[in-house]
């Protein structure tokens, strides 16, 4: 899972979906584990893989009509993350990087948005003559 939102998830797989299909979804979150059904609302093919590595593709879910106790727990995690994610910092470099984790596994997916193939990191880049700042 690369995100998760009050009314869905940004999750990145290795195998295509279409727009529509319905699944059903496990998220292990803190002490419980939440079952709900998801709606696939996209399907983006990541960028090209490194040779010998698989396709990657980003699924953009919604949940389809949560119970109130599992509405509950993801409310609470997502209010937790909010509280507790760390101030992102501007990461400077010489050449194309991982903000999170350093590594040079980068893809590029669109302008000035990036993918991270080692940790699934997504971040935003630029590079400003020589020098590159990502975030």
């Given amino acids: ?6 009314t869905g998830a940004l999750v990145r797989t290795s195998h295509h979906q279409r727009a ?12 419980a584990a939440v079952t709900l059904k998801a709606r696939v609302v996209r399907c983006d093919a990541a960028a090209v893989p490194r040779h010998g590595a698989r396709r990657q593709y980003t699924l953009g879910l919604t949940f389809v009509d949560p119970s109130k106790e ?6 609470e995690v997502c209010r937790a993350a909010k509280t507790t994610a760390p101030k992102r910092r501007l990461f400077m470099s010489f ?3 991982c903000p999170a984790c350093k590594s040079r596994a980068v ?11 080692d ?3 997504l971040f935003t880049g630029m590079r ?5 700042f990502a975030r």
């Fill in 119 to 121: 940790c699934g990191n």
């Fill in 1 to 6: 899972m690369v995100n998760l939102s009050r």
């Fill in 128 to 132: 400003v003559g020589i020098v590159r």
């Fill in 70 to 75: 599992a509405q509950a727990v993801i409310d």
């Fill in 20 to 31: 529509g299909a319905e699944w059903p979804l496990v998220l292990e979150l803190r002490e």
């Fill in 95 to 97: 050449v194309r990087r």
């Fill in 107 to 117: 893809q590029k997916e669109l302008t000035r948005r990036y993918s991270c193939s």
